[in-house]
């Protein structure tokens, strides 16, 4: 039953998240609230993995989810079940979709009104993405326990360091993200965030 729910999940998400991997996440984030799964921690979590690994992030995330949520089924591990049937499950709209604009790709060039849908659909996406962005930093600058903080300071002056060095110095701003991103893990592994 549990695989049946992953790809159903995962098969609504892969249908309205246009615009990439990034416009995943706000579904992803409803998703922890409604099944439980997984946490808005372990979402910002993921996200940070499945940046920092090859692939496109919507894949890498819905591969995570369905490898930590297959878990088990009468003792035996499918865990990597749960990964492939979650990825699926992502990707079968798409597939659906790009068959079904393959058949008719013609009258679509020339559809005025299929030209103004993916016209409106640009602003859309545009949203689904700010909110993940906004979603992540809000996970990761409020704090994560109750020690009477307003912010998680250590996460806000990594980003805001980081902002300055990717934005404003020249010898850094053009260095490659892969650099930040092993930067930010040497210095999570020194002054843990949490």
Do not use: C, Q
Not at 130 to 151: C, E, K, Q, Y
């Amino acid at each position: 039953m549990i695989f049946l729910r992953l790809f159903w999940e995962f098969f609504k998400t892969g249908l309205f998240a246009i615009g990439g991997g990034m416009a995943t996440i706000p579904f992803l984030y409803d998703m922890s609230d409604s099944m439980g799964w997984f946490t808005h921690n372990d979402l910002a979590n993921m996200i940070a993995v499945s940046e920092s690994t090859p692939g496109p992030i919507g894949i890498n995330m819905a591969t995570y989810v369905g490898y930590i949520t297959g878990g088990e089924v009468a003792g035996i591990p499918t865990a990597v079940l749960g990964g492939l049937i979650a990825t699926i499950g992502l990707i079968t709209p798409s597939v659906i979709i790009i068959m079904l604009v393959a058949l008719v790709l013609e009258s679509f060039r020339k559809n005025k009104y299929m030209d103004a849908a993916f016209y409106g659909l640009r602003p859309a996406s545009a949203g689904l993405i700010a909110a993940a962005g906004l979603s992540v930093t809000v996970t990761n600058i409020l704090p994560t326990t109750d020690a009477g903080l307003l912010f998680n300071w250590k996460g806000l002056i990594l980003g805001i360091i980081i902002w300055v060095f990717t934005n404003f110095v020249k010898k850094t701003k053009k260095l490659h993200p892969i650099v930040f991103i092993l930067a930010s893990a040497v210095v999570g592994i020194i002054f843990p965030m949490g």
